[in-house]
């Protein structure tokens, strides 16, 4: 059925930069808001951004200014920028999106769902 798969963590330095991806696939209708979150290690996940369906976003604290979420609804992704990375943005990046899909079954009706990949790892090194 639906499935959110992230990519495009990975190690980086101090200062630097990554994008990471969130693709959503199968019987989709619409997405609605998208959230991004962050689980450090040994922490609970904690929101860091979201998006609405209408374009507005807003951001934790800890990654205003330095971070940019964005949509693509053509492609059904979304995406995190993030600049100035730090060490303590070291851990694993969940996407969130709140899906509206189509039924497997006939009469096709419309379902919600609130639907999470499996994450992607981000190591920041000092």
């Known amino acids: 059925q639906v499935q959110v798969v992230e990519s495009g963590g990975g190690l980086v330095q101090f200062g630097g930069s990554l994008r990471l991806s969130c693709e959503v696939s199968g019987p989709i209708f619409a997405l609605k808001d998208i959230g991004w979150y962050h689980q450090a290690p040994g922490k609970e996940r904690e929101l860091v951004a979201r998006?609405?369906?209408?374009?507005?976003?807003n951001y934790a604290d800890s990654v205003k200014a330095r971070f940019t979420i964005s949509r693509d609804d053509d492609k059904n992704m979304a995406f995190l920028q993030m600049t100035s990375l730090k060490p303590e943005d070291t851990g694993v990046y969940y996407c969130?999106?709140?899906?509206?899909?189509?039924?497997?079954?006939?009469?096709?009706?419309?379902?919600?769902?609130?639907?999470w990949g499996r994450g992607t790892s981000v190591t920041v090194s000092s």
């Open positions: 969130n999106v709140d899906v509206r899909y189509y039924s497997s079954t006939y009469p096709r009706t419309l379902l919600a769902m609130d639907s």
């Open positions: 998006i609405t369906m209408g374009g507005d976003t």
